[in-house]
């Protein structure tokens, strides 16, 4: 059974650093994304990576801020957050599929492999 196993969430004051790492067991995905769910919102879509990552999407919020990173070695795909908010405090999933996104990179329904999220937390 394929997993993904997230890690590096925690608590942080405003402007520090976290760094999430997302490794699947037994398996090597096409596209990777990372999104988010925060208290009383929608999971909403945060960046995306292919497994060459040549091809990287943010969404607006994030850009500048957050790098998505893959380590083909150790089959592992990153997202370092920096300069994180408040309003970056949020349950945080990785996701996969074994099909290249194409411009569905986005879409929760385009990924089939969900990790089990990881909690952050920013403070004022």
């Known amino acids: 059974q394929v997993e993904l196993v997230e890690s590096g969430g925690g608590s942080v004051q405003a402007g520090g650093s976290l760094r999430l790492s997302c490794a699947p067991s037994g398996r090597i995905f096409e596209s990777y994304a990372w999104f988010r769910q925060g208290p009383r919102k929608e999971r909403e879509f945060v960046a995306a990576?292919?497994?060459?990552?040549?091809?990287?999407y943010y969404a607006h919020s994030v850009e500048g801020r957050f790098t998505a990173s893959r380590d083909s070695a150790k089959n592992t795909a990153y997202l370092q957050m920096n300069s994180l908010k408040p309003e970056d405090t949020a349950v945080y999933y990785c996701?996969?599929?074994?099909?290249?996104?194409?411009?569905?990179?986005?879409?929760?329904?385009?990924?089939?492999?969900w990790g089990q999220g990881t909690q952050v937390t920013v403070s004022s």
């Open positions: 990576i292919d497994k060459s990552a040549v091809t990287i």
């Open positions: 996701a996969a599929s074994q099909y290249y996104s194409g411009s569905y990179y986005s879409n929760r329904e385009n990924y089939a492999y």
